[in-house]
């Protein structure tokens, strides 16, 4: 029985196969662990993008304090509501922030698209406090509101081109006065001097009639106002 033993044990086979170096099963992982680190990037890069073109990224990362124009962009046009001082506005559809939202499914970004050197400014000026707020009764501070001129000035593009372009109005001018021309009187023909978009049409506050700071017979839009001091 011993005998048998010792010859199976001797002709058994050996194991030959060498173990397989440390190094080279890392050398297998990192394809891997790259690919997994890759993966991670993407969807983090992705989330951050679509934050990115949401007003909390806005209030969090370039503006503080913004939260007096969230009412503005959240309101729900043919409601009232509060525009960015803390005002009752009749109707949010008198105000772009709201309209804009609802009917061309766009945020902040759709209309605030700064340039590369705007951002890096703006992130300047938030980490080192170096920017303007205004108080008022309703909210402690608030965040001037942005001219025209602001917007376009380091894009280089007309102001006409704000608004009235491929991607948002696609119209001139002169298309534009057509579009309301069976109006009384046509807010879109230049009967006097010539008028930006913006010195009517409001983002974060109630639009203003212009026409109807000297024509009493205007009928004005819901929630629009004759005249602003603001």
């Known amino acids: 029985m011993t005998t048998s033993n010792?010859?199976?044990?001797?002709?058994?086979p050996q194991d030959t196969a060498a173990p397989t170096p440390q190094?080279?099963?890392?050398?297998?992982?990192?394809p891997i662990a790259l690919g997994i680190t890759f993966a991670v990037v993407v969807v983090a890069g992705a989330g951050f993008m679509v934050w990115h073109e949401q007003p909390s990224f806005c209030n969090a990362i370039c503006h503080t304090p913004m939260d007096p124009y969230l009412p503005t962009y959240e309101a729900e046009?043919?409601?009232?509501?509060?525009?960015?001082?803390?005002?009752?506005?009749?109707d949010a559809s008198a105000m772009l922030a709201a309209t804009h939202r609802v009917e061309a499914d766009t945020t902040c970004m759709g209309c605030h698209v700064p340039t590369l050197g705007e951002q890096v400014t703006e992130?300047?000026?938030?980490?080192?406090?170096?920017?303007?707020?205004t108080?008022?009764?309703?909210?402690?501070?608030v965040l001037p509101e942005r001219s025209l001129e602001d917007l376009v000035a380091a894009r280089g593009v007309a102001s006409d081109e704000f608004?009235?372009?491929?991607?948002?109005?696609?119209?001139?001018?002169?298309?534009?006065?057509?579009?309301?021309?069976?109006?009384?009187?046509n807010p879109h023909v230049s009967q006097h001097e010539r008028a930006e978009c913006s010195d009517c049409h409001k983002a974060h506050r109630a639009s203003v009639y212009a026409c109807a700071s000297c024509h009493?017979?205007?009928?004005?839009?819901?929630?629009?106002v004759a005249s602003s001091t603001a």
């Open 6 to 12: 010792s010859h199976d044990e001797v002709n058994a």
């Open 77 to 90: 046009p043919g409601q009232a509501a509060l525009d960015k001082w803390g005002a009752t506005v009749n």
């Open 216 to 224: 009493n017979d205007v009928e004005l839009p819901a929630g629009w």
């Open 135 to 141: 108080d008022n009764d309703t909210y402690d501070l």
């Open 23 to 30: 190094g080279k099963r890392n050398h297998k992982r990192l």
């Open 163 to 185: 608004c009235l372009n491929e991607a948002c109005h696609n119209l001139t001018r002169e298309e534009l006065a057509q579009t309301t021309s069976s109006y009384a009187r």
């Open 123 to 133: 992130g300047l000026s938030w980490v080192s406090g170096d920017y303007t707020v």
